[in-house]
């Protein structure tokens, strides 16, 4: 199976191919110019894996939620990749992967991926790691502030632990003792890759038309969004 991924929602941007048991990983320096090297990044990992996109089975993405700019490009590539090559488009929920992404490096009961929203206010769900280990992670994506956040992981298990990209941003409220963090420097877009192909075999990828990121929420002039 070839299976090229690409994850943008939020402050990294990475692009990963799947060739048999192989991956190839590469990942851009600038996210805030994501409209500029997700396409570069495309061919560098496409080249560097080996794996001509003709040889492609299906394009990948992280889906959301995330930035609402960043998910429009992450989106608008793989489309276009997947109409190029006519192949099926596999969307794979962002916070669910970072959660099972994040298994090996935390013996937490209950793993909070979160993705900064608009200012102050964080995307995040609240999932069993037995769950998440059976594959059917089932819980429902919430959206609040970091004080909310932290009370629900809290809530959620004695051991939790909170999984974000910048942990610092929850310092200034970090008293909450139910709740650790973990840097998720680890999650990619290879780590969307054993989910698409999870998709993918159970034959409910989509075709590119019917693709649409998990915006959330709309963009407002004058607003502010992450990302």
């Known amino acids: 199976m070839h299976i090229l991924a690409i994850e943008c929602t939020h402050i990294s941007l990475s692009v990963a191919v799947m060739s048999g048991n192989t991956v190839r990983l590469v990942s851009g320096q600038e996210w805030s110019r994501a409209a500029e090297t997700i396409l570069p990044l495309v ?9 001509p996109g003709a040889m492609l089975d299906a394009v990948a993405v992280s889906s959301g939620p995330g930035s609402f700019t ?37 013996d937490a009961e209950v793993i909070v991926p979160v993705i900064p929203s608009r200012r102050d206010e964080y995307y995040y769900a609240c999932y069993s790691r ?25 809530g ?9 990209r910048r942990t610092e941003d929850f310092s200034a409220i970090s ?53």
Do not use: C
Request: net charge negative; aromatic share 6%.
């Open 175 to 227: 008293g909450n003792a139910g709740a650790g963090f973990l840097d998720a420097g680890f999650f990619f877009a290879a780590s969307l890759l054993p989910e698409a192909a999870r998709i993918l075999g159970a034959g409910i990828a989509l075709s590119p038309a019917e693709a649409m990121p998990d915006y959330r929420q709309m963009f407002v002039p004058g607003t502010v969004v992450s990302g």
């Open 43 to 51: 061919q560098q990992a496409l080249e560097e894996s080996g794996t």
């Open 156 to 164: 959620a298990a004695r051991h939790s632990a909170v999984v974000a």
């Open 130 to 154: 037995t769950a998440l280990e059976d594959g059917v992670p089932g819980a429902e994506s919430m959206r609040g502030s970091a004080g909310e956040m932290l009370a629900a992981a809290a």
């Open 70 to 106: 960043a998910l429009r490009i992450g989106m608008s590539a793989a489309k276009g990749i997947a109409f190029g090559f006519g192949v099926p488009l596999v969307q794979v929920p962002t916070l669910p992967a970072m959660a099972v992404a994040a298994l090996p490096f935390t």
